[in-house]
Nanobody, 123 residues
Framework: QVQLVESGGGSVQPGGSLTLSCAAS????????IGWFRQVPGKEREGISC????????YYKDSVKGRFSMSKDIAKNTVYLRMSSLKFEDTAVYYC????????????????WGQGTQVTVSS
């Protein structure tokens, strides 16, 4: 019954911006820690950003600090990942995930996952 659905992926030029959405059902995001992760074929999934409103916990991977920003729209039960100044190395499948109290912003700490959305940065 829990469902997370990502959207907003696509192709963008280097230096461009893109905003991903993660719509949740079956759970209330304001009671959850939400994470954004990405994965490149052949590489491990990595945590990009995680945030918990209730706990005041915020994390951004060093390589995306200042470029990526996560936000929540509680009324819509949706979270967003605003990505700017995109680089070739940002190309990946991006996933949103949810967990009530994860031990860190790492994939193994999260229970609920979306299907992912492809982001491709190319010139």
């Amino acid at each position: 019954q829990v469902q997370l659905v990502e959207s907003g992926g696509g192709s963008v030029q280097p230096g461009g911006s893109l905003t991903l959405s993660c719509a949740a059902s079956g759970l209330t995001l304001d009671h959850e820690t939400i994470g954004w992760f990405r994965q490149v074929p052949g590489k491990e999934r990595e945590g990009i950003s995680c945030i918990s409103i209730s706990d005041g916990y915020t994390y951004y991977k060093d390589s995306v600090k200042g470029r990526f920003s996560m936000s929540k729209d509680i009324a819509k039960n949706t979270v967003y990942l605003r990505m700017s100044s995109l680089k070739f190395e940002d190309t990946a499948v991006y996933y949103c995930a949810s967990e009530q109290l994860p031990y860190g912003c790492t994939p193994g700490a999260f229970r609920w996952w979306g299907q992912g959305t492809q982001v491709t940065v190319s010139s």
